[in-house]
């Protein structure tokens, strides 16, 4: 499985607290960013909730 955050990320951190072995907050970009190229698969649920819980719906994830 794989995950990307579009442009359309706020910057609002929720999945970066919801899930911070995944998401990473770039102060740079000011948006959130994948931390993997693949999901560990003992992460994948929680990017999933991660991407249903999205107020931007910015984080797209592909199975």
Known sequence: MKATITKECMG???CNKLCPEVFEYD???LLSIVKFDTI??????VVRRAARECGA???IVEE
């Not at 560990?40 to 649920?45: F, M, N, Q, R, T």
């Open 57 to 59: 719906e910015a984080i």
């Open 27 to 29: 102060e740079d970009q």
């Open 12 to 14: 609002d951190r929720n």
């Open 40 to 45: 560990p698969a003992h992460l994948e649920d």
